[in-house]
Every structure is written in C-alpha cells, then in structure tokens.
C-alpha cells in the first residue's frame, strides 16, 4: 500500500506515516518514496510525474513515430538500441515509469482529463465587445500538437485582406493582421501558461478592430514587463518549450514576441500593449485597417 499524502510525522526520532486511518512507523521504501515526493514538487510543473497517469494513457505510436524523429537526430535513433521507454526518460516524458505532466499534455491519449486547464477558448465576436455576439466560439481541445495545429488555422482563417492600389504602381494585398505575427502570440501563451493553481484556458478573442490573447499566469522568473519585449526568457515549462520547439511550433527561445513585434510594425499595426498582472498576462492588438 502507498504511504498518504499526509505529512509524515516524527515522534521518537523515527518517522511515522498515515496509511488510511492508521498510523504506523515508515520503512526504509515509505521514507524513500515521501523523499522523492519531496524532491518532484521542486521541479517544474511539467517536468513532475503525473500521479495517477501511467505509460499506458500516452500515445506511444505517436511519440515513435512522429515525435522522436523529431526530437532525435536520425544517426542517433538509428544507433540507439535503447528501448522506448529508455527513449522516453532520455527526453523527460516520464518520471521512473510515470508520464510527467508535460507529456501528459503533449501526448496524453486524453490530455484534459488529467489537465483539464489545457485548452484553447477562441472566440470571434460580431463587434468590439465581449457582450456583442459571437460569430464563432471554438474550444480546442486535444494533443498539444492538435491544439496549436487548429489554433494556426483558425487564425489563417480569419485573417482578411485588403488591396492596396494608392501606394505604388503595383496592388498590394494587405492584411489586417500578420498571420506569423498571431501565431507567435498565440504560441507563447501556450508556452508560457501557468498550469497549475487554475482552471481557466489560454484565450484568443477576436473582435472587429483588434485581437486579445490572453494567458493565465503573471509573468515569470526575472522577466518584467521590459524585458518581455525583448525576448527576454524565464520558461516556467522547460519541457513544453522543448516539445513545441521540436514540433515547429517555436523557432528558437527568445524569438517568438520580438519577432511578431516586427512583424506587426512591418504590417502597419499599431504598437500591441501588453497588460501583466499576478494572475494573467494579455495582449491587445489591433488591425492595420
């Protein structure tokens, strides 16, 4: 039987453990696995095993055959004899032999059950407030690769153009917003996200002048409100970072707001604001038109 989530008590000079409704002195393998508790809940959240999970609720079709020729050169997956789940310790998908919560969000067979935080509201409204009528309300749930894989889409989608014909001698289509600019917005809030403590999504609202993003969770680590610009990187989930990284939803660390920063002056759009507070951060931007 495994020891409680209770506290273990020292009495004596040895330690004691609450097995259900009693109380008995702790083994040597009781006192190893609280120590390895102890020792998870200082890693990060998605780098921390996923009590309850096991090897069997991930995908692991999908992490052989589409993930690691992804996160692992092709000389070393053919050189290596090592066994999937070897593999999978090697890249931090698991934790002894428990998933880690960020290959749960990543390659969970049903990633919400055990985050339930872990999807995407989008919404695009019939004006410029929220209590206007929305057009198209979307929740994106799934894979991290499906979530962010129909996030792109729906942005490509909505994005509209316009022709330019006073500016030179040759039409141009302009669009109202940068589609790469969006997807890097989009993808950081993901990326960065507080998974813990919360229970509400990553948000994109859409209205008719301006796109909101939002991400719950302030700012992290020696980032601030000036640096954010800058690229400057504090990765409360090291391990989301890397997996979007490998699946090409992040370039390099640092890159994602300074470039959709250029590319939204290159547009013509307005500087975006950024709004940090404890529990969230948001960006506003608005159209070029």
């Known amino acids: 039987m495994q020891p409680s989530s209770h506290p ?12 259900g ?4 002195m702790a083994t040597a393998t009781d006192e190893q696995r609280l120590a390895e508790r102890r020792r998870s809940q200082d890693l990060p959240f998605d780098l921390r095993p996923a009590h309850g999970a096991s090897i069997a609720d991930l995908d692991l079709d999908y992490i052989e055959r589409r993930y690691l020729p992804r996160a692992v050169s092709a000389e070393v997956l053919v050189e290596n004899r090592r066994t999937l789940e ?22 969970g067979r049903d990633a919400q059950y055990w985050l339930p935080e872990s999807w995407v ?45 006073t500016s030179g001698s040759r039409e141009k289509r302009l669009p109202d917003y940068p589609v790469e600019a ?22 994109l609202y859409w209205y008719s002048g301006r796109v909101e993003i939002e991400s719950p969770g302030g700012l992290f680590g020696a980032v601030t409100p000036e640096t ?44 975006p604001v950024f709004q940090t507070e404890h529990s969230r951060v948001r960006v506003i931007v608005e159209s070029a038109q």
Do not use: C
Request: no cysteine; net charge positive.
């Open 86 to 107: 070897d593999q999978m310790r090697s890249l931090r998908l698991i934790s002894g032999d428990v998933p880690t919560n960020g290959a749960m969000l990543a390659f």
């Open 182 to 203: 969006l997807h890097q917005l989009a993808y950081n809030a993901v990326m960065h996200r507080s998974y813990e403590g919360t229970h509400a999504p990553a948000r």
């Open 21 to 24: 409704p009693t109380v008995r």
């Open 121 to 165: 509201q989008f919404v695009r409204f019939d004006g410029d407030d929220i209590t206007d009528t929305p057009k198209t309300s979307e929740a994106l749930t799934g894979r991290l690769d499906d979530i962010l894989q129909s996030l792109s889409q729906l942005v490509r989608l909505n994005v509209s153009t316009r022709l330019d014909i």
């Open 228 to 271: 954010l610009l800058t690229g400057a990187t504090a990765y409360r989930n090291q391990l989301i970072a890397e997996i979007m990284a490998n699946l090409g939803f992040a370039q390099r660390f640092g890159y994602g707001i300074p470039s959709a920063l250029r590319g939204l002056r290159s547009n013509g759009n307005p500087e």
């Open 8 to 19: 273990p008590v020292r009495y004596d000079g040895r330690v004691w453990v609450r097995i």
